[in-house]
């Protein structure tokens, strides 16, 4: 059994070394990209508060393609430079969406979405994957969190 404990009351940069040490730790020895993605949505889900979807996009064959996540079901495929994460795919860019709705080309899969960080993870310097993370909260994402989620998706990058 895993039984990591999620404090949401830590602040921000604790929280996400404790999510980090627990992504390392459970995908260190284990060679499986999936079982390893489908881990850290586990994980994002656990640790992070009001949020109402985390997960991966991989990419595949030039579009990106959903992959292991937590929330509702979403949509399965997003042509590079479309949406969020179209657009972090794209650019190799983290995206920090304050209101999903002033976004031009946002893709709504949950309607209660109001607020999206999309962080590209990359190796060998191509974007093979983005991860995705959603909130019903307007403006509930902001630096520490871009930079917590840039540090997992760089430590998982040759994991997944
Ligand atoms: N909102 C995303 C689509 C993916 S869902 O949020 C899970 C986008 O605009 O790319």
Known sequence: MYDFAADPALPKTELYRELAQAADALTRDEPDGVAN???????LWQFLPDINWAGFYRV???ELVLGP???KPACIRIPMG???CGTAAAEAKT???EDVHAFPGHIACDAASRSELVVPVVNDGAVIAVIDLDSPMPARFEGDDAAGI???AKMVAERI
């Open 60 to 62: 595949i064959d030039g």
């Open 37 to 43: 993605m489908a881990n850290i949505a586990a994980l």
């Open 69 to 71: 996540f937590c929330g």
């Open 82 to 84: 479309q949406g969020v």
């Open 150 to 152: 840039e540090a997992l």
């Open 95 to 97: 995206q920090l969406v």
